[in-house]
């Protein structure tokens, strides 16, 4: 059987440890109201596409894992390129890998950089055409688009230890 | 005529079902416990709640396409399967990867350790019953290395950072004073955390002498990472058969002698320290240049076969990969390392207490989804 020896030194200094947690500083915020920045790569639950650059080759529905993407295409031959008929993704079923914001050539496709984007419905989440269109509401992020992640506020970290409460927007 | 016998109060051995959701079972995992009172008799552990068939998913996908799925076998530290799961890549289709990936590669597998010890000693100590401080504490380190892999990766939980040929995208500029300043604050915090528990009586009296895996057993069932080093066994992917950059790096390997509850949480402490080591020996060398080699989307490796295993914070991870040259694996097989470690829990546990049982699991440090893949 194990001896007690120095009976409650050891757990004497684990409170001195505790005590001194006291007076640090806190590592938490109060969400709704103190927000943190996040990452600049964020790969936010939604995709981002752009129609005008989309030259509809199809290369992000052949990279995707889960075949979240369907993309419907037309061959204009008067203008000899494609003309995306229907660009649709299941955010359902996408897991936010990016894979098909890397493959894609064109630079025609981001993730998305806001965060709170629950939905109601499961239908929702299917998104089509031109309701994947940048806009104020669905800024893209810095995923694979140093341009883009430049322009974007730097991300809070944890390890600066954040006290002062951020400005309200 | 009544016997001593019959006077005397018999107790009966009954079966109870431990899990499969219960909050010390780390995940659904259920164990059938057969107990006389408190002591257990045996143990028998049923799985495959959280089977997904990953393997066979692997072989409907791209190469490339499973790297996301590899981040949910143990997402405790996905960054280390994703490593682990490219060289099994790279291997099959011999692809040599850029310098300065291999250190970003080696510094981000060094950082999953860290995260993932953090996990391992704090819930272990949640299950000796110190609850939320030693808890709390390591999942406040975690979170700032969490930080890190976010700010690479973009994601905090599912990095799928690691590609084949290299990693996804360079490292920002912001990340290097990053990754220091978090060296300097876990240094500081593991000695704290000493300080808080080395000396803990009732930590000490829960976990020495506690659940003794014995050196052969632990051979003979293959078991690896901290559990087995903890036994004394020597063993350490990194220096046996090194894989990435690891030769070039200064290391020790930390081993147990009785291989108790206790022994195992030491080596995990003392691996912290060896992994803090070989970062801050990797910052100063980072080399520039790419940080992925001209690898096409869809790769199709040459027929044949390949396994690659490197050590994963848990111990040997293993992924064995078949090709038949066209672009999804024809057979993908992975070696998890938690089902591996699990196979020896019956002969810890035997003879011990009910509370036992919960810091001696606790102290395997598994992760469900790894062992059900
Ligand atoms: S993020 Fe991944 S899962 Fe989602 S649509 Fe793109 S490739 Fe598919
Ligand atoms: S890869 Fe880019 S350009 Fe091609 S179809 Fe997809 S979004 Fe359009």
Known sequence: MFKFERFGLGIFKGMTVTIRHLFRHPTVSQYPEQRLNISRRTRGNELIWSRERCTGCATCAKACPQGAIEIVTAANTAENKYNVTKYRVDTGYCIQCGLCVEACPYDALFMGFSFERAKYRRADLVQEDDALAESPERPASGYFHPDIAAKLPEQTLLVDKITEKRKKQ | ?373
């Open chain 2, 1 to 373: 005529m009544t016997t001593t016998e019959e006077l005397t109060l018999h107790t009966e051995p009954f079966v109870l079902n431990f899990g499969p959701v219960h909050p010390s079972t780390h995940g659904v995992f259920r164990m059938r416990c057969t107990l006389d009172g408190e002591v257990v008799l045996d143990i028998e552990p049923v799985f495959g709640y959280l089977h997904r068939g990953v393997e066979k998913l692997a072989e409907e996908r791209t190469y490339t396409g499973f790297i996301p799925l590899t981040d949910r076998l143990d997402y405790i530290s996905p960054m280390s399967n994703n490593l682990g799961y490219c060289l099994a890549v790279e291997k099959l289709a011999g692809i040599k990867v850029p310098e300065r990936a291999e250190y970003i590669r080696v510094i981000m597998a060094e950082l999953q350790r860290l995260a993932n010890h953090c996990i391992a000693v704090g819930s272990m100590l949640n299950d000796a019953g110190a609850y939320y401080t030693p808890f709390m504490y390591a999942f406040r380190e975690r979170e700032k290395i969490i930080d890190l892999f976010d700010m690479v990766s973009g994601q905090r939980l599912t990095y799928n950072y690691m590609r084949i040929g290299g990693v996804s995208q360079d490292i920002p500029a912001e990340f290097l004073p990053a990754l220091k300043k978090i060296i300097s604050r876990l240094k500081k915090w593991v000695e704290e955390y000493e300080v808080l528990l080395k000396q803990n009586e009732i930590l000490l009296a829960r976990a020495k002498g506690v659940g003794i895996l014995a050196k052969e057993i632990a051979v003979n069932c293959g078991i690896s990472g901290p559990v087995a080093r903890a036994s004394g066994v020597k063993r350490d992917v990194r220096k046996d058969d090194p894989y990435s950059i690891y030769d070039r790096f200064q290391f020790d390997i930390p081993t147990g002698e009785a291989g108790d509850c206790y022994d195992r949480y030491r080596v995990r402490i003392e691996e912290m320290r060896q992994s803090l080591r070989i970062l801050e020996q990797a910052v100063p060398q980072i080399p520039g240049g790419a940080v992925k080699a001209d690898v096409p989307h869809l790769i199709r490796p040459p027929a044949g076969d390949a396994y690659a295993h490197i050590e994963s914070p848990k111990g040997e991870l293993g992924y064995y990969l078949v090709s038949d040259n066209s672009i999804a694996p024809y057979r993908c097989h992975v070696r998890p390392t938690s089902l591996i470690n699990l196979t020896a829990l019956r002969e810890m546990v035997k003879g011990w207490k009910v509370a036992d049982l919960i810091l001696i699991f606790g102290s395997i440090d598994i992760t469900m989804g790894e062992v059900d893949r």
